[in-house]
Every structure is written in structure tokens, then in C-alpha cells.
């Protein structure tokens, strides 16, 4: 499981402090560390078909206890059905032992879904229900016309009474009357009672499909929770931690399905288990992206926060990690460009770095920095948002009153903004609009996913400027306004497949996130009058 180098590392420096896993570059030791996996996996062409479509990897800068450098190499879930493959660490528990309870309980959960598959498409099962549909929709339509009937011959009656009839033919009405009511009982309950069977021997079936399918239920919840007490996790201290204590202080509370099989746990725990000293880590996509997260092909991604970011911050415990980068970037200026400004409302130029408004903590943002500087402004102030990493122009309201009124032009889709990018690659259309549903990827935040089952409509209108040196630029007119959507319309296969220059979470990181909001247009909503401001962008 421990690999040497293939080539010479002389001269490479050594980080001083671990890799923070969700925000980092990769050191140039697991670069060429990937590098060597990558090789490996390529000449794997049993492998080839399941790897083209995707797979997470991961390695692991390592000493050994006499000072030896190598590293570790995982994948994330199984490869080809099995957990197990000899240039790769081992599971941390492999579910997948024939003999292992996960497999024998599996199977008779598997057995339970074929007993309710069967009883689902059995002939008698389908032929009642169609049966029950049947004599349902010819029992209303015999019912319904015997009401009729009734109605028509009650109508009679009353006709027959204004006329003046003796006692007789009264007495001969009523009988009529009630002979006729006697009749649509019976046929009431003829119907009533012929359902009920045909219902009865339905029932007897759902019932037995309704405790299957509880038994299936308890079944795979009490396996679960089995598994996740499998899964037992070790940090630098030698503390060990289950799923289920590492996840009961979370919000979710309970461990997701596949926490604990993603590469980056696998490569700790084999390192402490091994006697191991981590020095850095990188994970990398190898393969086609998936449907709905953007992945591409060899380029470098942190750990899911939603699976992995519970069980790391345990198993980096006793480890000197590096800060998380966004909480100690530098601060941005504390000045802030205003393009335009009136009794009551302006525009400024956010710059790249800058939140538009605070997050959980009292981060610096536009917002607490508009706020200093108008006290006696009300309202909410920023009218709109821009992502922390991308610059331009931001609509700020000093009074509550103006603030709704320009919400209502957002919501209305009267405010026309432009954004211009550089996009990674030659993009060869030259005009177009991407229609691409967008939603969270609750695993994962901040980062969204394309989804056209569940996520929100999201329309991009786009223009290419100019292309050269590899890149595009771009300008987008959003017809929506999601999180990320031009970031993850640049980036993902069913968009434009070109990520944004310097986009880390859909792309590769770069000094800064090439895009910025150059060009804002709305109603004043005091003098009526339509305005238009204009920034271009410094790249």
C-alpha cells in the first residue's frame, strides 16, 4: 500500500503544515503523486469502462517511522465491485465481504423486494385491480343514471299533483315513490357489497404488500445503523470515533448514506493504523462528470463538507492543519468605489474578496461597510448580491421604501444586468442561451448542481467578446438570478463546458474568479427615470 517515488523529490520543501482538505493547492508532492496513480490507473483496461464514467481519487503524502517518503493512493466507494484492489488502501470497513452480515442481510432485503415485486405484477393482483377500476366506474355510471331516473319520475309526479288528482292516484304516487327509492337502495347496495368484494380480496394482498414493505423498511434502517457502527475512525491522538458519535452533533444528525467509504478517511485512517505521519493530501476527478455535480476530468477538488467534513475534522485531530484560507484572507479595502449616487440609492463597484453581506459571523462585507457610512439609512440596503469572488457593480438602497421598489423590479425581470467572463477553453458558438434547472448540493455547500427534476429554472443569455490563448470571454445576460448559475452554466457539460478562469469550486483556483458584473440598467423608482451604469471589467 506504501509507495515510493518513481522519480527524485530532492529539493522538494516539505509543508510545514498539513492540507486544510476543503480549501487548498495542491503541494507539488501529491501532484506528483497523482500523477504516478494516474499512470497506474490508465493501463488498468479492465477498469477503463467503469473509470470513463467517473470516479473520486485520492493520495496521501507520507513518512515512515525512519523517515522514508511515499505515499498513499484510494478511491472513493467501490471500483468494480470490490473494495479491495492491491495498489489501493483498504476500506475502512468492507461491506462488501461475502460472508460479512452487510451481504447476508442485503440479500434478504433483496429477497423481501422480489416477494413485493412479485406480488405487485401478479396476474391475480393486477386483474383485481383492473377489476376493482371496472365495476368502480360502471357502478357511478348505473347509480348515476338510476338518480336520474328517480329525478325524472319525482318531476312527473309534481306535474300530476298540480293537477289536481284524486285520493287514489295520490295514494298509487306514493307508492310509486317509494318503490322507487326501495329500488336504488337494493341497486346501492348491490354495487356497495359487489366493490366491497373485489376490495376485500385486494386488501388481502396490499396488506401483505404494505408489511413487506415495513419489514423492508425496519430491516434497512436497523442494517444501516449496524454499518455505521462499523465504521470507526481513528485521528493523530489515537481516539476512536463511529459514525454515529461523529455525526449526532451535526445538524443532520444522522450519518448520510456512503459517509466513511470517500478516499480522503480511507487514506488517514490506513496512515494512523500503519504508523504513518501525514504531510499532505489531494483528491482528483478521473473520468466523465456525473449528471448533476460538475466534475472534470484530472483537475483537483476538496472534500465534500456534507459526508467527509464531519468525519475530518475528527480524524485531523492531533495533526497541525493549515488555517482555512477564506477565514484568514486578507482583508479587502475598506473603501468602497460608488459609480453613481442620489438622495436615495447608489451604486457601487464591489470588488472581488468582498462579501456583499455578513455570513454567520460578522464578517467584513458591503453591507457592514454601507452601513458605517449611512447610519440613517433603513432597509436592508444591498438590493442585490454578488458571490464574495466576483467584482462589480451592486445596487444599495438608503431607504426601505426604495429598496422594495427595486426588489420588485428584480422579481418583475426589469433590471438588465451584464457580467463579463473568461472562460477556460474556445468555446465554438458564438450567441445562444442555456436553460439549466439549478439546485444545492445539500452534501456539499456551498456548491449547486444542475438538476431538471428538482432544481429551480435558471436561463442564461450569452454573447461570446473575443477568444484567445485558451480562453474565451464572454458576456452573460442572467435572466434568473440563482446562486452560482453562471458559474455552474459556464462549467457544467450540459452548460457551455468551460468553467470560469480561477473558479475553484466548478474549475481550477487562479488568482482571482474572472468574472464581474459590468453592467447594471434599471428604473429609478423616485424620478422614473431608467438608468444605466457601467463598469468594465480590470481583466
Known amino acids: 500500500m506504501f509507495h515510493s517515488f518513481q522519480t527524485s ?13 476543503f ?76 460472508d460479512g452480515f452487510f451481504k447476508i442481510e442485503e440479500e434478504q432485503i433483496s429477497a423481501i423486494n422480489r416477494r413485493i415485486g412479485q406480488l405487485q405484477n401478479s396476474d391475480r393482483y393486477v386483474k383485481l385491480q383492473q377489476r376493482l377500476a371496472k365495476e368502480t366506474a360502471s357502478s357511478q355510471q348505473i347509480l348515476t343514471e338510476a338518480r336520474k331516473t328517480l329525478k325524472t319520475a319525482k318531476e312527473k309526479r309534481e306535474q300530476r299533483r298540480q293537477q289536481q288528482p284524486d285520493e287514489d292516484e295520490q295514494a298509487a304516487m306514493i307508492r310509486e315513490s317509494q318503490y322507487q327509492k326501495a329500488e336504488f337502495k337494493r341497486l346501492e347496495r348491490y354495487w356497495k357489497e359487489r366493490i366491497s368484494e373485489v376490495k376485500a380480496e385486494l386488501e388481502s394482498i396490499s396488506s401483505q404488500i404494505e408489511s413487506l414493505k415495513a419489514e423492508r423498511k425496519n430491516r434497512s434502517a436497523a442494517l444501516q445503523q449496524k454499518l455505521f457502527h462499523q ?8 481516539e476512536s470515533k463511529n459514525l454515529c458519535a461523529i455525526f449526532e452533533q451535526t445538524i443532520q444528525q444522522i450519518p448520510p448514506a456512503g459517509a466513511g467509504e470517500c478516499a480522503a478517511p480511507k487514506l488517514l ?22 449528471k448533476t455535480e460538475i466534475r472534470r476530468h484530472g ?21 497541525d492543519v493549515e488555517p482555512d484560507p477564506l477565514a484568514t484572507a486578507p482583508a479587502p479595502p475598506k473603501e468602497i468605489e460608488i459609480l453613481f449616487e442620489d438622495e ?13 453581506v455578513p455570513g454567520k459571523s460578522e464578517e467584513l462585507s458591503a453591507y457592514s461597510l454601507l452601513r458605517a457610512r449611512y447610519p440613517e439609512a433603513t432597509g436592508p440596503m ?5 458571490d464574495m469572488a466576483t467584482s462589480g457593480l451592486l445596487l444599495v438602497a438608503k431607504t426601505k421604501e426604495v429598496h422594495q421598489h427595486l426588489q420588485a423590479q428584480f422579481e418583475s425581470h426589469s433590471i438588465k444586468k451584464q457580467y463579463t467572463a473568461l472562460l477556460e477553453g474556445i468555446l465554438p458558438t458564438d450567441e445562444g442561451t442555456i436553460d439549466l434547472p439549478i439546485c444545492p448540493d445539500l452534501l456539499d455547500r456551498p456548491r449547486q448542481k444542475a438538476d431538471r427534476e428538482s432544481g429551480k429554472k435558471a436561463v442564461t443569455r450569452y454573447c461570446v467578446i473575443d477568444r484567445k490563448n485558451g480562453r474565451t470571454r464572454i458576456a452573460f445576460f442572467p435572466q434568473t438570478g440563482r446562486t452560482h448559475q453562471l458559474r455552474v452554466h459556464s462549467a457544467h457539460p450540459s452548460g457551455l ?3 470560469i478562469a480561477g473558479d475553484e469550486l466548478y474549475g481550477k483556483r487562479a488568482e482571482r474568479l474572472y468574472l464581474h458584473a459590468e453592467r447594471l440598467e434599471f428604473t429609478h423608482p423616485v424620478s422614473g427615470q431608467r438608468i444605466y451604469i457601467e463598469k468594465k471589467a480590470d481583466f
Open 269 to 290: 485512517q490506513y496512515a494512523y493504523l500503519n504508523g504513518l505521519k501525514p504531510i499532505a493530501m489531494a483528491e482528483f476527478w478521473w473520468g466523465e462528470s456525473p
Open 231 to 238: 465504521f470507526s475512525f481513528l485521528n493523530a491522538r489515537g
Open 23 to 98: 480549501h487548498y493547492t495542491p503541494h507539488p508532492l501529491c501532484v506528483m503523486a497523482a500523477g504516478e496513480v494516474q499512470a497506474y490507473i490508465n493501463k488498468q483496461t479492465r477498469w477503463k469502462e467503469e473509470l470513463d464514467k467517473g470516479k473520486m481519487f485520492g493520495v496521501l503524502i507520507v513518512r515512515t517511522s525512519n523517515g522514508q517518503m511515499g505515499y498513499l493512493a484510494a478511491f472513493s466507494g467501490n471500483l468494480c465491485g470490490s473494495n479491495s484492489h492491491s495498489f489501493f488502501v483498504p476500506p475502512v470497513y468492507d461491506l462488501l465481504q461475502p
Open 9 to 21: 523529490i530532492a529539493g522538494i520543501e516539505l509543508p510545514h503544515l498539513f492540507t486544510y482538505p
Open 299 to 319: 483537475y483537483y477538488y476538496p472534500s465534500c463538507k456534507g459526508k467527509c467534513g464531519p468525519i475530518l475534522r475528527h480524524m485531523l485531530q492531533g495533526l
Open 497 to 499: 463546458n468551460c468553467p
Open 344 to 356: 436615495w440609492l447608489l451604486v457601487i463597484h464591489k470588488p472581488e474578496g468582498l462579501l456583499s
Open 382 to 386: 444591498i438590493v442585490h448580491r454578488l
